[in-house]
């Protein structure tokens, strides 16, 4: 179940940005709860967010929609590589 939940998160923002090769992916499950972090190039971070975080609410929008039907929820976080602590 969280494995589709990032898959589609993935192939979304495959789409969006312009090294789409870097984009990593990564989820924790829970049994009622899904996060997903998202990491893209420095570059990158803008075009999945969009302008106002509208590009990343459309995202937790669908994202919370798919969840639903598995009954779970999502958070999802995108990850700013230069302010990554841990590589």
């Known amino acids: 179940e969280a494995e589709q939940l990032a898959s589609l998160t993935k192939t979304i923002v495959m ?3 312009d090294k789409p090769d870097n984009v990593c992916v990564t989820h924790t499950a829970g049994e009622y709860a899904v996060v997903l972090e ?4 420095a570059g ?4 999945v967010i969009g ?3 509208i590009y990343a609410n459309a995202m937790r929008v669908l994202l919370s929609a798919v969840a639903g039907k598995l009954r779970k ?4 976080v995108v990850i700013c590589p230069h302010l990554d602590r841990n590589g």
């Open 51 to 53: 302008r106002q975080g």
């Open 15 to 17: 789409a969006l940005v």
């Open 73 to 76: 929820s999502v958070t999802m």
């Open 38 to 41: 998202i990491r893209v190039c």
């Open 44 to 47: 990158d971070v803008g075009k």
